[in-house]
C-alpha cells in the first residue's frame, strides 16, 4: 500500500480520536448543566404552586426600587446573584441612559450588596 494512503488513513483516525475525545470532554463539562428539562406546563404548575410568594416579592421589589432606577437580579441560588444591574432611566422616555453598576456572581451577603442597596434610596 502506498504511504500516501497509509498517512490518510493514519491521519483521518487521529481526528476521529480527537473528535471522540473533544465530545467526552464537551459532554463531562457541560453536561450537568442540560440535565434539567423543564416543560411549559411544568413551568406554569410552579408558578402556580408559588404564585403568593412571586406576586409578594414584586410587590415588595416595586416598593424599594425608586421610579428613576431599574434593578435587574438574576439569581444562581438562594446565597449568590448571578448578575446585579442597577440602571438610571431617563425621567421623559423610561429608556435605559447608563448601568451604574454591574456584577456577577456576588454573595447576598457582601457589603457590596448592601452598599448598592442603600445607594438606591
Same mark, same amino acid.
Given at each position: 500500500?502506498?504511504?500516501?494512503?497509509?498517512?490518510?488513513?493514519?491521519?483521518?483516525?487521529?481526528? &476521529?480520536?480527537?473528535?471522540?475525545?473533544?465530545?467526552?470532554?464537551?459532554?463531562?463539562?457541560?453536561?450537568?448543566?442540560?440535565?434539567?428539562?423543564?416543560? =411549559?406546563? #411544568?413551568?406554569? &404548575?410552579?408558578? =402556580?404552586?408559588?404564585?403568593? &410568594?412571586?406576586?409578594?416579592?414584586?410587590?415588595?421589589?416595586?416598593?424599594?426600587?425608586?421610579?428613576?432606577?431599574?434593578? =435587574?437580579?438574576?439569581?444562581?441560588?438562594?446565597?449568590?446573584?448571578?448578575?446585579? =444591574?442597577?440602571?438610571?432611566? #431617563?425621567?421623559?422616555?423610561?429608556?435605559?441612559?447608563?448601568?451604574?453598576?454591574?456584577?456577577? #456572581?456576588?454573595?447576598?451577603?457582601?457589603?457590596?450588596? #448592601?452598599?448598592?442597596?442603600?445607594?438606591?434610596?
Amino acid at each position: 500500500m502506498p504511504k500516501f494512503i497509509k498517512w490518510i488513513g493514519s491521519s483521518w483516525l487521529i481526528v &476521529a480520536i480527537l473528535y471522540v475525545i473533544f465530545k467526552v470532554m464537551v459532554a463531562l463539562v457541560l453536561g450537568p448543566t442540560w440535565t434539567q428539562h423543564y416543560t =411549559e406546563k #411544568d413551568l406554569i &404548575a410552579n408558578y =402556580e404552586n408559588r404564585k403568593n &410568594a412571586i406576586l409578594a416579592v414584586k410587590d415588595y421589589f416595586a416598593t424599594i426600587v425608586p421610579p428613576h432606577k431599574r434593578v =435587574e437580579i438574576e439569581f444562581t441560588d438562594s446565597h449568590t446573584l448571578g448578575r446585579l =444591574e442597577v440602571s438610571s432611566l #431617563d425621567s421623559a422616555t423610561g429608556a435605559t441612559i447608563y448601568p451604574i453598576f454591574q456584577q456577577w #456572581d456576588l454573595s447576598t451577603t457582601s457589603s457590596q450588596v #448592601d452598599s448598592i442597596l442603600a445607594a438606591l434610596h
